[in-house]
């Protein structure tokens, strides 16, 4: 069974950075990997996502501040979050795109203090 494990979340104050790490155990080719991020009340976003051939897509509010990369070997994605705002206060979710259906992480905290 596919589980996606993420870490790297926590507290930090505005201006600080995180690394957000996502490991996948289990045996599985993904299309693409991302990261989507979610407040209560609201719907899940995209944050970013990078395919298996290392293309990236990101959304507006985060372009120039975060980075996603993979390890293609160990079915990893990592997203460096640079120059954090209170705005990017969020769960965090990792997301895996397989052959036939997507899987999701548990979800991983950020919170950014002003």
């Known amino acids: 069974q596919v589980q996606l494990v993420e870490s790297g979340g926590g507290s930090v104050q505005a201006g600080g950075s995180l690394r957000l790490s996502c490991a996948t155990s289990?045996?599985?080719?993904?299309?693409?990997m991302g990261w989507y991020r979610q407040s209560p009340g609201k719907q899940r976003e995209l944050v970013a996502t990078?395919?298996?051939?290392?293309?990236?897509n990101y959304a507006d509010s985060v372009k120039g501040r975060f980075t996603i990369s993979r390890d293609n070997a160990k079915n990893t994605v990592y997203l460096q979050m640079n120059s954090l705002k209170p705005e990017d206060t969020d769960v965090y979710y990792c997301?895996?795109?397989?052959?036939?259906?997507?899987?999701w992480g548990q979800g991983t905290q950020v919170t950014v203090s002003s």
């Open positions: 990078i395919t298996s051939g290392g293309s990236t």
């Open positions: 289990g045996t599985i080719f993904s299309i693409a």
């Open positions: 997301n895996l795109q397989g052959l036939y259906r997507f899987y």
